[in-house]
C-alpha cells in the first residue's frame, strides 16, 4: 500500500459514516433543498437566554475595564491578571456543565462571546476556544467517563488551561506519519514524541495528547506539570501575538491508564468529533472581526474627505463598504444559524460546521484587507504609531494578521475542501463505490452497478425540476423569496456537476481537487444566502426593511460568485497548473529565480526529530 493510499485509509477509518440525524447541508448538495430543516430557526428557552446574555454583559463590562488589547499587542503575552480576571467570570468555564462547576451556555451564546472577544483581542479569543472547543472539556464532555468528568471538568472551569497537542513537526493534515507514542506499562502508558504548535501548550496546566498505540491513534489527557514534559519554544508568529504556543516534548511520560479518553484507536475520531461543534468557535471570532470591520468602514467612509466628498461615497470604496457589511451580516448569520442547530441537537451538524469555518476564515480574511485597502496608508500603520502621532489608533493591520491564521488552525482551507467534499460525495460512494474502485472485483462490480441503478433512476428525475422554478414558492420571504428560488434551483445544479464529475472521473475525482473546491465553495455561497435570508427574516420584527437590504444585496454578492464558480467547474487552467508545478518542482524553471538573494535563516525544512537539548534561552514557560 502507498503512502497517500495509508493516509487515506487512516483518515477514512476515522470518518463519523452512519447519518442518524437529518442534515441540512448533506442535502443541499444532493440537490434537496430542505428549508424545513433549518427554518424557523430553532429558538432557545427564556432561561438560556437570560443566562447567555447575563454572561456577556459581565465579559463586555470586564474587557471594557480590565483588557488593554495594546498591551497585549505589545508585549506579546496575555497578563495573569487578564487571566485571572476571565476565571472569576466563568471565562474558562462557558461551555461545561454547572455540575462541574461550569456556566452550561448554549452554543450560541459560546459563540457570541466569542465574538465579542475577537472584536477587541483575538489573543483572548483564541486563548478561550483553544481551551474549550478543542482542549480538555470538549473530548471530555463527548467521549469522557464520569471519574474522567468529575476530576478534570472542575479544574477546567475554574481556570486551569487546557491544550491540544495532535500536530508534529513532520506532521500537519496526514495523521497516519503521526510519530509520537503511547506504550502500554502495567497500570500506565509512556508517551515520547515532539508535539509542534501547542496553543495554550506553554501554560497549559492540562493537555489532550494524541499518541499512536500500535498501529492506530489514541487519546489522552496529561498533565502539563508531568515528569518527562518539557516545553522546548515558545513560537512567535505574524499575528495572535499573545497567544502561548510552542514546542513540546515528551520524554519517558508516564500517563495513568484512566487517563485514556474513549477506547485505544479511537484517537481521530474523537478529534473529528470534537470539531463537528468546536469548528464553530473560529467562524466566530471571524463574524467579530467583520463587525468590527464594518464599523471602522462607516466612520471611516464619513469622516475622510477627498475631492469634495466623504470617501466612502466614491464607488470605489462604497463597493468595499457594501462588501465588508453585507460578509459581516452574512458570517454572523452563519455561525448564528448553525450554534443554534447545534443547540437543537435534532441535525446532524457536521458539514455545517465545516462550512461555517471554511467560509467565516475565506471571507473575514478578505474583509480585513478591503478595510486595510479602505484606509489607504493609515491601514498599514499600526494602531500604536497612529495614536503615537495624533491619530486614532486603528489596528487595522492587526486585525489581518490576526485573522489570516485560520485559513488554517483546524483543518487549512484546503483540508476542510477535501473533507466536506468527502462527505457531499458520501451518498454516491455509498451506492456507487465499488464500481469505480480499481480494487473490487466483478462480483462487487455487478452489485455495485445494481444499486446505483436504482439509486440514481430514482434520484436523478428529482433534479430536473423544483419549487425553485415557481415564482411563488418562498412567498413569506418577501423580497427575498427569489433568492431562496435561487438557491433551490441552483443545489440542484451543484448536485447534476457532481454528478457529471463523478461520471467523467469516476476514481480519479478525489485527485480533481480544484473542481471538487469549486463545488465546495458553490454550496458555501448557498448556506450563506439561506443563513441570511433567515436572519433578516427574523431580525425584521425589531428593525423593519433594513435587514432586508443588506441581505438582498448580500445575496446578489453571493449569486455572483457562484456563477462564477460553476463556470470555472468545466473552464479553468486546472490541468495546466498541475502538469506546470510539477516541473517547477523538478526544478525545470529556476531560471525564475534569477537576480535574487534569500533572507532565510539557516536550517532544514523540518526540525530533527530528537535535535540537541534546549537553552534557557529556548525554554519559556510563563508561571501564572
Not at 506532521?171 to 502495567?186: E, F
Not at 464594518?294 to 466614491?314: D, F, L, M, N, S
Not at 454550496?523 to 433567515?534: D, M, Q, S, W
Request: glycine share 8%.
Amino acid at each position: 500500500m502507498t503512502d497517500y493510499a495509508k493516509a487515506r485509509d487512516v483518515a477514512e477509518q476515522a470518518r463519523e459514516k452512519e447519518w442518524a440525524r437529518p442534515s441540512f447541508a448533506k442535502q443541499l448538495f444532493l440537490g434537496d433543498f430542505r428549508l424545513d430543516l433549518v427554518h424557523p430557526a430553532p429558538q432557545l428557552s427564556e432561561e438560556e437566554t437570560k443566562k447567555g446574555e447575563d454572561f456577556l454583559r459581565a465579559l463586555r463590562k470586564f474587557l471594557q475595564v480590565k483588557v488593554d488589547p495594546a498591551v497585549i499587542e505589545r508585549s506579546a503575552v496575555i497578563p495573569d491578571e487578564v487571566i485571572r480576571g476571565l476565571a472569576a467570570i466563568g471565562a474558562f468555564g462557558m461551555t461545561i456543565e454547572e455540575e462541574y462547576g461550569g456556566l452550561c451556555l448554549s452554543h450560541l451564546y459560546y459563540c457570541r462571546a466569542l465574538q465579542l472577544t475577537a472584536s477587541y483581542s483575538p489573543a483572548l479569543s483564541a486563548l478561550l476556544s483553544a481551551h474549550q472547543s478543542i482542549g480538555v472539556p470538549q473530548p471530555l464532555r463527548l467521549f469522557g467517563t464520569p471519574e474522567q468528568k468529575r476530576k478534570f471538568l472542575p479544574r477546567c472551569a475554574r481556570g486551569e488551561i487546557s491544550a491540544f497537542l495532535l500536530t508534529e513537526p513532520d506532521v500537519g493534515s496526514d495523521p497516519a506519519r503521526l510519530a509520537t507514542t503511547a506504550v502500554r506499562d502495567g497500570d500506565s502508558y509512556v508517551l515520547d514524541g515532539v508535539k509542534l504548535w501547542t496553543t495554550n501548550g506553554v501554560i497549559a496546566d492540562l493537555l489532550v495528547v494524541m499518541a499512536r498505540t500500535g498501529s492506530k491513534i489514541s487519546t489522552f489527557v496529561v498533565e502539563a506539570d508531568a515528569p518527562g514534559i518539557t516545553v522546548e519554544h515558545r513560537n512567535a508568529f505574524m499575528g495572535l501575538r499573545g497567544i502561548e504556543n510552542g514546542v513540546t516534548r515528551f520524554d519517558q511520560v508516564r500517563v495513568p491508564v484512566e487517563n485514556l479518553i474513549g477506547r485505544e484507536g479511537q484517537g481521530l475520531k474523537i478529534a473529528l468529533t470534537t470539531l463537528n461543534t468546536g469548528r464553530l468557535s473560529l467562524p466566530a471570532t471571524c463574524a467579530g472581526t467583520a463587525k468590527w470591520a464594518t464599523k471602522i468602514a462607516r466612520e471611516w467612509g464619513t469622516e475622510r474627505i477627498q475631492w469634495g466628498r466623504p470617501v466612502g461615497e466614491h464607488e470605489a470604496v462604497a463597493r468595499k463598504v457594501s462588501f465588508i457589511t453585507c460578509t459581516a451580516y452574512a458570517l454572523e448569520a452563519v455561525v448564528d444559524l448553525t450554534g443554534r442547530l447545534a443547540d437543537d441537537e435534532s441535525n446532524d451538524i457536521r458539514i455545517e460546521a465545516a462550512l461555517a469555518k471554511l467560509y467565516g476564515s475565506e471571507m473575514a480574511w478578505r474583509v480585513a484587507d478591503e478595510l486595510v485597502q479602505v484606509r489607504g496608508g493609515r491601514g498599514y500603520e499600526t494602531a500604536e504609531s497612529l495614536h503615537a502621532r495624533g491619530e486614532r489608533g486603528v489596528p487595522a493591520e492587526q486585525m489581518l494578521r490576526d485573522l489570516r491564521i485560520n485559513r488554517i488552525f483546524e483543518g487549512s482551507t484546503e483540508i476542510m475542501h477535501l473533507l466536506i467534499a468527502r462527505e457531499a460525495v458520501d451518498a454516491h460512494l455509498s451506492v456507487a463505490g465499488e464500481l469505480i474502485n480499481p480494487k473490487a472485483d466483478l462480483k462487487a462490480k455487478g452489485r455495485a452497478a445494481t444499486r446505483a441503478g436504482g439509486f440514481y433512476a430514482r434520484w436523478l428525475p428529482g433534479l430536473l425540476a423544483g419549487p425553485g422554478q415557481l415564482p411563488t414558492s418562498y412567498a413569506e420571504f418577501g423580497a427575498l423569496a427569489h433568492h431562496l428560488r435561487y438557491v433551490e434551483r441552483t443545489s440542484r445544479k451543484l448536485a447534476r456537476s457532481t454528478f457529471y464529475g463523478m461520471s467523467r472521473w469516476q476514481g480519479k475525482l478525489e485527485h480533481k481537487q480544484g473542481f471538487l473546491s469549486r463545488i465546495v465553495d458553490i454550496g458555501a455561497e448557498l448556506f450563506a444566502i439561506t443563513a441570511v435570508c433567515i436572519r433578516a427574516q427574523e431580525d425584521a420584527t425589531d428593525l423593519g426593511c433594513k435587514p432586508y437590504e443588506v441581505a438582498d444585496t448580500f445575496c446578489n454578492q453571493a449569486r455572483l460568485r457562484a456563477d462564477a464558480l460553476f463556470h470555472r467547474l468545466w473552464d479553468n487552467s486546472d490541468f495546466r497548473d498541475v502538469r506546470l508545478a510539477r516541473r517547477v518542482l523538478n526544478g525545470r524553471y529556476t531560471f525564475v529565480e534569477e537576480g535574487i538573494l534569500d533572507p532565510s535563516l539557516d536550517g532544514p525544512w523540518i526540525a530533527p526529530a530528537r535535535p540537541g537539548p534546549a537553552t534557557a534561552e529556548d525554554v519559556h514557560r510563563h508561571v501564572r
